[in-house]
């Protein structure tokens, strides 16, 4: 697919959209070795009304305020998408893309119900601490055994596939753990249900140097 420059995929994202990120560092390099995946973070876009476009995701970095709470705060959070992925860019390194979602509703996007589903998932989960290390390894290693460990820390795809969940995209029966930032690229062939589809990859063109970034609270 042709790079999108960032206003142009931010735009054109509607909720339930995929954002996927690759980056260099050593915590990205151990996460695409252990899950086995060619990506290291997932997130979902959130577009409601007048707000502006979102990205819903679990982090351990407190950069950007939280859009639900208005504090600065580590694990799931909701932030301004643009300003997401300028940070995720500039002060990490990482490489994004779009994966648009190909939704029930009559415009190819996502029902009023399920809209309905994810604020209830970002009221119910919002603020949950980023597992450890080894609680990562310890969760990864559940799920591929299809066993649900507790749900006292969230990882990012733990947390994409939550919201899928509840948007009845994803089945309930498979463990949340048992997904990995690589389960949202389009390698893994996921299956959702409702008909519903994610697209290809859409490189995000962007800068490294470019603008400022919000300092590191």
Not at 174 to 181: C, H, I, K, M, S
């Amino acid at each position: 697919m042709p790079d999108l420059s960032l206003d142009a995929a931010v735009d054109l994202t509607r909720t339930g959209d995929v954002w996927v990120f690759r980056g260099p560092s050593l915590a990205d390099r151990a996460i695409r070795a252990l899950t086995n995946a060619p990506v290291n973070h997932v997130g979902m876009a959130v577009v409601l009304e007048d707000l502006p476009p979102l990205l819903w995701h679990a982090e351990l970095g407190k950069s950007l305020p939280d859009a639900w709470t208005g504090e600065h705060q580590r694990g799931v959070q909701l932030h301004d998408l643009r300003d997401a992925v300028l940070t995720w860019r500039r002060r990490y390194g990482q490489q994004a893309w779009l994966r648009q979602l190909i939704g029930p509703a009559e415009d190819g996007g996502v029902t009023a119900a399920m809209e309905d589903a994810v604020l209830r998932t970002i009221a119910r989960l919002d603020g949950r601490p980023f597992p450890t290390t080894r609680g990562l390894v310890r969760g990864w290693v559940n799920g591929r055994l299809r066993r649900q460990t507790a749900a006292e820390t969230v990882f990012c795809a733990e947390l994409v596939a939550a919201t899928y969940t509840a948007m009845e995209l994803l089945p309930g029966d498979r463990p949340l753990n048992a997904y990995d930032p690589g389960s949202f690229w389009s390698g893994d062939d996921l299956e959702l249900l409702q008909g519903a589809r994610l697209g290809p990859e859409i490189p995000v063109e962007l800068s490294l140097s470019d603008g400022t970034l919000p300092a590191e609270e």
